[in-house]
């Protein structure tokens, strides 16, 4: 599974995925931009449909760029997105893979009927926007069955080879009525059998059990903003672990490393921990933001490169539980192996 790296245009840095950069890794094969950001800032928009966004991140050829179109920053936010400007941006910067200009998203509080009309309204972006590589995208929410039925009867988007799977999001983070954890990897199991061997994205993840999650359930790439706003927080992130409060930058709370906990992170291989040890992961400023975001974008690529070593060993089953130190997610697992094996 590819673990698609997800960019803020307002800081670019830690580059990681710049040869050039000393946060640079190697490992990272893709990474996402937000059109949001690009709306929002003209003369960066104007400057990477002159260049190719390629060229204006400075992403070598070996890193796939991915555009998000926007949708879920507005539906927190607000705005709304000219789909003629979008067609534009892509024609112009030609990101390697890019969404349909909008979707609308299901939230979890919307009525049937509310829901039911965030379907029309985006099967109807899906199928206006069927040609050209743009990636349709269906989502989770109470109605994905008739999602996935639509979607297949369609003669035209039935030849895409790329879906992309959002609204998973609002679920993940416990809003009132979210869908049970088990119906949300329910319906992304549905969706992964019922789309066949269509390459399947889903937006937004960013845990490290989440990341084990996903790939057990056959998601083909994810993205996740998430290693750069917990660093923002101070947090990091460790293997098999939850997240960890390494700096006190404010107003935010949570667990601190214990004694094992700061031992793993001493010995962290990755370039940041390297350089610069647990200080660096400390630090205030863009210097420690730096560390903790290379760190977690590096700890969920290692992440994802041993749970795919395990499971083509057939050695998962036995690994997960020594690795896996964290109680919310371990009967996930327990669930997703049953689903799998079923
Ligand atoms: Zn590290």
Redesign the pocket.
Known sequence: MEVVAGLSLKNLKPRVWDPDSPHYLPELKAIMVSYADFASMPARRQAAMREGLRSFLGVPANVMTYLDNGSFYQLTRGGGTSHKAYEEFVEKAKPDWHAIPQDFIPTPLMTDEEQLDCLRQTMAMNRDYRHDGYVPVIHISRHLSDYLKEFLSDEHLRQKREVALGGIVPNLLRAPKAMPYADVLDSVHQARRELGNRRLHVFGLGGTATMHLAALLGVDSADSAGWRNRAARGIVQLPGRGDRVVANLGNWRGREPDAEEWAILAK?P?P??QADGINGLKADGLRGFCHRAT?NL?TLLNEVKEVELRLSAGTYQGWYQGHLDNSTYRPLIEYVLKLRGA
Do not use: G, R
Request: glycine share 0%; hydrophobic share 35%; proline share 0%.
């Open positions: 962290c990755c940041a921990c760190h590096w």
